[in-house]
């Protein structure tokens, strides 16, 4: 498989704040988002006996996948305590000889936290004393409003190997037209000697390509896209993310740990001491939908009962709305003291 200048584009972008190119043009192929990325190589990875490490809470088409290529699924969880960091110490009792990868998911959805430097170079550190690869979903790269700075794992690729995966649709808002890459990094090949690259390759060779006028598209979405873009759109969600937080502390029923910082979602906990008549996460949404009208997400479907993800990717007048609601509805079903 030969690399086009499209390919070029996005291993320039990448490495563009970098002292090292250390993502060729080679090792960029093209997706059609990034779900078809984790398509790609999660059977690439597969082999018999073998098992993945997942975040709980995390993006369920990761187990989707794994189950359909046979992996055996692992979880580590993401601490709500400690700003949603991940589990250190459980991640070496949780792996094996069979253990493939650790999938690691930055910014974090669906929790919206944004991981520090120091937070990164150790799961690296883990990765690599286990001899597994990192798998580093960054479709939410650089949607960050916080006080911490987005950090691309491939940082950290002289430590262990490092399979980016990357998307236009959340930080270019352009969802529709599902334009995604698988990003080698890699400097001592060991993707290559191990035939992790053949293996991604003969995926890709059978399933479908980008759409060739998006793909033409890339280039210009790298070299043209203004700072003022980006940064308009960050000052939007820091503002909704202020808004959600701020208005969640006046809802009874919910709690929510940290201000989000990243992403465009946040994980909230369901308070079921405050409520009549609910007794979980899957009967609270569907009783507010009912109700009020206001979708949130079971957080049992992406690995933490009784907690919802709610979305900050909305008009702000929207969400301010969407919050009375949910005021009045936990008002509604308070318990009687």
């Known amino acids: 498989m030969c690399y086009n200048f499209q390919s070029r584009a996005v291993a320039d972008h990448l490495t563009s704040n970098l002292p090292h190119k250390i993502i060729s043009p080679e090792n960029v192929f093209l997706t059609i988002g990034g779900t078809q990325a984790i398509d790609i190589i999660l059977p690439s990875l597969a082999r018999p006996g073998a098992n993945i490490l997942l975040p709980k809470p995390g993006y369920p088409h990761y187990e989707l996948r794994a189950t359909r290529c046979l992996l055996e699924i692992r979880h580590f969880d993401l601490l709500p305590e400690r700003g949603w960091e991940v589990d250190l110490d459980s991640l070496e009792a949780l792996a094996d000889e069979n253990t ?8 974090s959805s669906p929790c919206g936290n944004v991981f520090t430097y120091e937070h990164l170079k150790r799961v ?4 690599s004393k286990l001899g597994i690869f990192v798998i580093s979903d960054e479709v939410y790269a650089h949607v960050t409003f916080g006080s911490k700075p987005f950090v691309p794992m491939r940082e950290f690729s002289s430590i262990v190997p490092v399979i980016t995966i990357g998307s236009f649709s959340k930080r270019w808002f352009i969802p529709g037209w599902r334009i995604g890459w698988i990003a080698l990094c890699d400097p001592q090949g060991i993707f ?22 998006v793909q033409a598209s890339i280039p210009g979405i790298l070299e043209k896209t203004t700072d003022d873009f980006h940064s308009n759109n960050l000052n939007i969600l820091r503002e909704a993310a202020n808004i959600f937080y701020d208005g969640c502390k006046e809802i009874p029923c919910l709690t929510c740990p940290h201000k989000p910082e990243g992403a465009m979602v946040v994980m909230v906990e369901i308070n079921f001491s405050q409520l009549e008549g609910i007794v979980d996460d899957v009967q609270f949404c569907t009783k507010l939908a009912k109700e009020e009208s ?20 909305v008009d702000l007048s929207d969400l301010k709305d969407g919050l009375s609601r949910i005021r009045e509805f936990s008002l509604r079903h308070a318990k009687m003291s």
Not at 100 to 107: D, H
Not at 124 to 127: K, L, N, S, T, Y
Not at 195 to 205: Q, R, S, Y
């Open 192 to 213: 290559q000697k191990t035939g992790i690259v053949t293996k991604i390759i003969d995926n890709l060779e059978i399933t479908s390509d980008p759409t060739t006028i």
């Open 294 to 313: 206001v979708i949130l997400f079971p957080g049992v479907a992406v690995g933490l009962k009784n907690w919802v993800r709610v979305s900050l990717a």
């Open 124 to 127: 690296a550190e883990i990765a």
């Open 100 to 107: 493939v990868a650790i999938v690691f998911i930055s910014p």
